[in-house]
């Protein structure tokens, strides 16, 4: 069985500052893990994605994320925050002929 | 670039009617998919496809159905619409077999309302 929790809905930061979204997951499998990005009315980007090779994954717009195997998370990081950031942020996990959609955090990014 | 395309990105239906959601890619990719979302439950898998001919039920099939006739093409039909239908859906594609997959390329969504 396979789950995957964001354990944030929301999260709010001020431009410039650090970016962190967590993600916890449950896989019976060795699981490929990725993150998504949402802006308003478009659909899913992909950011980055683990697939069993370097633990720490560097994705596009400076996003990475970390595969921790024993704390079963996979956090999103980004050093500082843009304006464009600003969107949903779907953590993923797949493995076992099933892929799970976390259930998304919003990020807002104040000026 | 892969480019998946849903024909319609808003629609507004009433109670009972049939709907058609069309999606397209150019990538020549063996699956296919359709999530609808939700606020608070994320993507959920309503039906894929992973050869021409060929679907499989996903998560919450109730109340729709599917059709690819063409490799690039995978429709999802609402036979009578209902109010808790309204949603957003969004049609993906990927490459790799199974539901294991790697990449999933997204369409823009379709936004549906149901009167």
């Known amino acids: 069985a396979q789950s995957v929790t964001q354990l944030d809905s929301h999260v709010s930061v001020s431009e410039g500052t650090p970016v962190l979204l967590r993600c916890n997951y449950s896989?019976?499998?060795?699981?490929?893990l990725f993150w998504y990005v949402q802006h308003p009315n478009k659909g899913l980007q992909l950011l980055l994605k683990?697939?069993?090779?370097?633990?720490l994954v560097k994705g596009i717009n400076g996003f990475e994320a970390e595969f921790k195997k024993s704390e079963t998370s996979f956090h999103l990081t980004k050093p500082s925050a843009h304006m464009s950031d600003a969107a949903e942020y779907f953590c993923v996990v797949s493995g076992g002929f099933k892929t799970i959609f976390g259930a998304g955090t919003r990020l807002f990014v104040k000026a | 670039d892969v480019k998946v395309t849903q024909s319609s990105r808003y629609l507004v239906k009433r109670t009972g009617e049939k709907v058609f959601l069309e999606c397209v890619q150019d990538?020549?990719?063996?699956?296919m998919f359709w999530y609808r979302q939700d606020p608070g439950l994320g993507l959920r898998l309503i039906y894929f496809?992973?050869?021409?001919?060929?679907?499989e039920k996903g998560d919450i099939p109730e109340g729709y159905s599917v059709s690819r006739e063409k490799k690039e093409r995978f429709s999802l039909i609402l036979e009578s619409a209902s109010t808790n239908q309204t949603s957003m859906y969004l049609c993906?594609?990927?490459?790799?077999?199974?539901?294991?997959?790697?990449?999933?390329?997204f369409g823009e969504g379709s936004r549906l309302t149901v009167l």
């Open positions: 990538m020549d990719h063996e699956n």
């Open positions: 683990y697939t069993s090779a370097a633990t």
């Open positions: 496809s992973y050869d021409v001919k060929m679907k």
């Open positions: 896989s019976s499998y060795s699981p490929s």
């Open positions: 993906a594609s990927s490459l790799i077999s199974g539901l294991n997959t790697g990449e999933l390329f």
